[in-house]
């Protein structure tokens, strides 16, 4: 401060500068602390998905090319193979309502984790479409042994599905698309901004993925599945998981999947479409466009259901599946 036009210091430094530096400290920490919140407050460090941590997965690992992938078979050995792929976010939990109904009826039921999800590896590798459909056909090589499956992919999974069939189609026996991206997909915002370069690593890291969680934009009536978010949270904890779903978010071809959907028409695969009637994310508007372009028999719309149809309404989605596959 001045007295009679001089600065008065003190260690040295004058009394003014001092005060403006413990400003603009607090400024600082107070900012760090504002936007570091909801991540301490709501997200734990990530954990290392190692042997101890995998003691907790049941089911079955698969060395592949790319990583350890985490599988469950469930059903009778000398069943009919039917393969459940899941989406983006969720991992193979999100068919634990369709499991015990298609292996009650008879079938072999497989399904898997996506390398970034639930208990498989999170492979340094770009995270787009032809990692993930080399890791279909090398754990089909491992499980099917050559034998034809019944295909049921969600969301992405139908693109990953789709594009299996494409590469594939003597594999497959017939393809049921649950939701299906490829056409029309309008993500959700926090989706959308966390496509872009930076902003998207900064998000996931200050907000982290609960801003994807499924009850924000993928169920009709989120309070019935109160346990669905939790199970969600609990499958993004191992370090690698967030890159995952980023890159997933930025290298899939989430509207881009027309003209290969198309090619699906000339292999004569039967094939199934199933569409919740209030899909906010793959609107119902897209049905019948796809039907019209893989050229699939049936196209059933699941009444008080969003974008997980065979979870909220799984009695149905079970029965269309099973009459389906029974088809000659």
Not at 136 to 153: C, F, I, Q, R
Not at 158 to 175: D, F, H, K, N, S
Not at 184 to 202: C, F, H, K, M, N
């Amino acid at each position: 401060m001045r007295r009679g036009g001089m600065v008065v210091l003190v260690g040295g430094k004058p009394v003014r500068s001092i005060r403006w530096r413990r400003a603009v400290l607090a400024s600082a920490a107070t900012l760090a602390l504002l936007l570091g919140a909801p991540w301490l407050l709501s997200h734990p460090e990530p954990l290392r998905l190692d042997a101890t941590a995998r003691t907790a997965a049941p089911g079955r690992f698969a060395e592949l090319s790319a990583g350890r992938t985490h599988y469950q078979l469930h059903g009778p050995r000398r069943g009919r193979l039917v393969v459940l792929v899941h989406g983006a976010i969720l991992p193979g939990l999100v068919w634990r309502h369709n499991i015990p109904e298609l292996a009650d009826a008879g079938y072999r039921v497989l399904s898997f984790d996506l390398y970034g999800r639930g208990y498989s590896d999170r492979p340094a590798r770009r995270h787009g479409l032809d990692l993930y459909v080399g890791q279909l056909e090398e754990l089909l090589n491992e499980v099917a042994k050559g034998e034809p499956v019944d295909l049921v992919g969600h969301s992405i999974g139908a693109i990953i599905a789709a594009e299996y069939t494409r590469r594939y189609p003597g594999a497959v026996r017939r393809l049921v698309l649950v939701s299906p991206a490829g056409l029309e997909t309008d993500l959700p915002l926090s989706a959308r901004i966390a496509r872009t370069p930076w902003v998207g690593e900064y998000l996931l890291e200050v907000a982290g993925t609960r801003l994807l969680r499924p009850s924000r934009n993928m169920l009709f009536a989120p309070d019935r599945h109160p346990d669905l978010d939790a199970a969600y949270l609990d499958s993004i904890r191992f370090r690698g998981s967030r890159d995952a779903v980023l890159q997933g978010l930025r290298r899939l071809p989430w509207d881009r999947y027309g003209d290969r959907y198309r090619e699906l028409r000339r292999l004569g695969i039967p094939i199934l479409l199933v569409w919740g009637r209030h899909d906010r994310i793959v609107p119902i508007a897209a049905g019948d466009r796809l039907r019209r372009l893989t050229g699939a028999r049936d196209l059933l719309v699941v009444e008080q259901a969003a974008h997980l149809p065979h979870y909220e309404q799984p009695a149905l989605v079970n029965r269309a599946l099973l009459d389906f596959f029974a088809q000659r």
